[in-house]
């Protein structure tokens, strides 16, 4: 359920509850300000609202359970964060989470958050800090925003900083809770699911892909400590539930 109040007390008298409910034409008045996903992810104040409303939709909970059946609570990195919205969830289940993301309105948001929970946890600048490696690593709904030459790169470097790795793979064509209609037509690229996969085959140790709610592509993965040879890949198990 969205916390209008923390939303409330952030703003506070630039609070608008107008934001709060997905009007499509008010979202796309906002996105029009800007002219690349990068500017858009970064100063769009408005993805405060809502990230905070994406991960509220109980169509993420699939997302959730999908981290805690693959991995106890341990300590994990939430990258391209926004708002902490994934990596806050997941601390209340026992993880010790610490966060990656673009400097952007979202981070400065979620530093606030951390505050005023009496939460301490790393905040990373995801482009120019230096990121140690993880057991985990988990990067949802990303992917999407990164030109398709770029897509792998991004898996590559998730690899780098997590012994093991989850994400998700999501259509563009699907009209969803976290892509609606005006930011994929100007910020989101195409995600090829069946290549990606292909890659990650290829270059690592797919332990699980599970399809939830048709769309969401859920992927774990093992990648091997950084310049070492890779083992033979066991067999993975397959889940679609529709």
């Known amino acids: 359920m969205l916390d209008q109040q923390e939303l409330m007390d952030y703003f506070e008298n630039k609070f608008d509850p107008a934001y709060t409910h997905w009007d499509d034409r008010l979202w796309e008045k906002d996105a029009a300000r800007y002219k690349e996903v990068g500017e858009y992810l970064r100063?769009?104040?408005?993805?405060?609202?809502?990230?905070l409303q994406t991960w509220a939709s109980p169509w993420r909970a699939p997302y959730f359970d999908f981290v805690q059946e693959m991995t106890p609570s341990i300590k994990a990195l939430d990258y391209h964060c926004g708002v902490g919205a994934v990596g806050l969830w997941l601390?209340?289940?026992?993880?010790?989470?610490?966060?990656?993301?673009?400097?952007?309105?979202?981070?400065?948001?979620?530093?606030?958050?951390?505050?005023?929970?009496?939460?301490t946890a790393q905040v990373y600048d995801q482009d120019k800090d230096a990121i140690p490696r993880y057991p985990l690593v988990v990067c949802f709904e990303?992917?999407?925003?990164?030109?398709?030459?770029?897509?792998?790169?991004?898996?590559?470097?998730?690899?780098?900083?997590?012994?093991?790795?989850?994400?998700?793979?999501?259509?563009?064509?699907?009209?969803?809770?976290?892509?609606?209609?005006?930011?994929?037509?100007?910020?989101?690229?195409?995600?090829?699911?069946?290549?990606?996969?292909e890659q990650i085959e290829q270059n690592y140790s797919i332990v699980r892909h599970k399809v939830s709610n048709v769309y969401a592509h859920l992927v774990a993965f093992r990648a091997p400590e950084p310049n070492s040879v890779p083992e033979a890949a066991p067999a993975r198990e397959e889940v679609n539930d529709g």
């Open 43 to 51: 100063e769009c104040k408005a993805l405060i609202y809502k990230q």
């Open 142 to 197: 990303a992917l999407h925003y990164y030109p398709p030459e770029e897509q792998f790169e991004l898996v590559r470097e998730l690899a780098r900083l997590g012994q093991v790795v989850i994400i998700n793979l999501n259509t563009r064509n699907v009209v969803n809770f976290s892509t609606r209609p005006y930011e994929q037509e100007r910020f989101c690229f195409p995600v090829d699911v069946a290549g990606l996969l």
């Open 91 to 119: 601390r209340r289940y026992g993880y010790q989470m610490d966060f990656a993301g673009l400097k952007s309105e979202c981070t400065k948001f979620l530093r606030w958050r951390l505050e005023r929970r009496g939460i």
